[in-house]
């Protein structure tokens, strides 16, 4: 996933007839977008949840301090609550499906972002939303739609980032940088040299700023490439390497530890 083009911003749609109401609570939209294309940091008082019919994207969200990225393929949906910023980036060309949300009908609990399983009679409800026009078949569609959204399983996709503008910016540059190929090199004392501190700098600042060790942030890292390629079919072999490890049952016993499951189970999608 190494940038090869600089970032084209495309504009985002600021349609007056997208809003979601109160007669009419779920609204789906697609939008083909070519790889590089860029959503700049936006938001809208509105839930939404937002995911590729295909290709694959990066999603940052900022909440307050906090700010948080996720790799999401098609088998996943990132779920954005109300106010908060946004921005998207397509990594390989791909049709995005927005499905626009009142705040009164998904559980008012959901205040944080997440990851979620895209299952595909949820796909399948989504794209019939897209175009529908008011009418009990309407109503039934987006009753439907908020259900299976409210079902979906969650994953912990999202890998924690230092914030664009209080945070340090070597570390942001390290992120950055590994979150672009982490198999590019693995030890926190191979990076720093390309961002100007000390290693126990750098370590300080990764307990400070983002609450977690270099290495655990790194697994993060690794876990947000490799389930997008593992969902797929990409071989568990090939997905190993492109995570910089040098065999697969190294691979296999970390991501196993993490996500409580075998890497073959990801491969599955719903």
Same mark, same amino acid.
């Given at each position: 996933?190494?940038?090869?083009?600089?970032?084209?911003?495309?504009?985002?749609? %600021?349609?007056?007839?997208?809003?979601?109401?109160? @007669?009419?609570?779920?609204?789906?939209?697609?939008?083909?977008?070519?790889?590089? *294309?860029?959503?700049?940091?936006?938001?809208?008082?509105? =839930?939404?949840? !937002?995911?590729? /019919?295909?290709?694959?994207?990066?999603?940052?969200?900022? @909440?307050?301090?906090?700010?948080? %990225?996720?790799?999401?393929?098609?088998?996943? /949906?990132?779920?954005?609550?109300?106010?908060?910023?946004?921005?998207?980036?397509?990594?390989? !060309?791909?049709?995005?499906? %927005?499905?626009?949300?009142?705040? =009164?009908?998904?559980?008012?609990?959901?205040?944080?972002?997440?990851?979620?399983?895209?299952?595909?009679?949820?796909?399948?409800?989504?794209?019939?939303?897209?175009? =529908?026009?008011?009418?009990?078949?309407?109503?039934?569609?987006? *009753?439907?739609?908020?259900?299976?959204?409210?079902?979906?399983?969650?994953?912990?996709?999202?890998?924690?980032?230092?914030?664009?503008?209080?945070?340090?910016?070597?570390?942001?540059?390290?992120?950055?940088?590994?979150?672009?190929?982490?198999?590019?090199?693995?030890?926190?004392?191979?990076?720093?040299?390309?961002? &100007? /501190?000390?290693?126990? !700098?750098?370590?300080?600042?990764?307990?400070?700023?983002?609450? !977690?060790?270099?290495?655990?942030?790194?697994?993060?890292?690794?876990?947000?490439? /490799?389930?997008?390629?593992?969902?797929?079919?990409?071989?568990?072999?090939?997905? *190993?390497?492109?995570? &910089?490890?040098?065999?697969?049952?190294?691979?296999?016993?970390?991501?196993?530890?993490?996500?409580?499951?075998?890497? =073959?189970?990801?491969?599955? %999608? &719903?």
């Amino acid at each position: 996933m190494k940038r090869k083009a600089p970032l084209q911003p495309v504009s985002f749609d %600021t349609s007056a007839q997208r809003p979601p109401t109160a @007669q009419r609570p779920v609204r789906s939209r697609s939008r083909s977008l070519a790889m590089d *294309a860029h959503i700049e940091p936006h938001q809208h008082p509105w =839930s939404q949840f !937002t995911y590729c /019919a295909s290709g694959l994207m990066q999603v940052t969200v900022t @909440q307050g301090e906090r700010q948080m %990225t996720f790799i999401v393929p098609p088998s996943r /949906a990132v779920w954005i609550p109300p106010h908060v910023q946004h921005n998207v980036v397509v990594l390989e !060309t791909a049709e995005l499906r %927005t499905v626009d949300v009142d705040p =009164s009908v998904l559980p008012a609990s959901w205040t944080e972002c997440r990851v979620l399983v895209v299952s595909k009679l949820l796909r399948e409800l989504v794209h019939a939303l897209e175009g =529908s026009e008011p009418g009990p078949r309407d109503d039934a569609l987006m *009753a439907l739609t908020a259900d299976g959204m409210a079902r979906s399983d969650t994953q912990a996709l999202g890998v924690p980032m230092p914030h664009p503008e209080h945070g340090d910016k070597r570390l942001r540059a390290l992120c950055e940088a590994v979150l672009r190929d982490p198999a590019e090199k693995s030890q926190l004392k191979e990076w720093v040299a390309d961002v &100007g /501190a000390s290693e126990r !700098t750098v370590a300080r600042l990764f307990r400070d700023e983002l609450g !977690t060790s270099y290495q655990q942030w790194r697994t993060q890292a690794v876990l947000a490439h /490799a389930l997008p390629q593992l969902a797929r079919g990409v071989p568990i072999a090939q997905v *190993a390497a492109a995570a &910089g490890y040098a065999s697969d049952s190294a691979f296999s016993a970390m991501f196993k530890q993490s996500m409580g499951k075998a890497p =073959s189970h990801f491969k599955v %999608t &719903g």
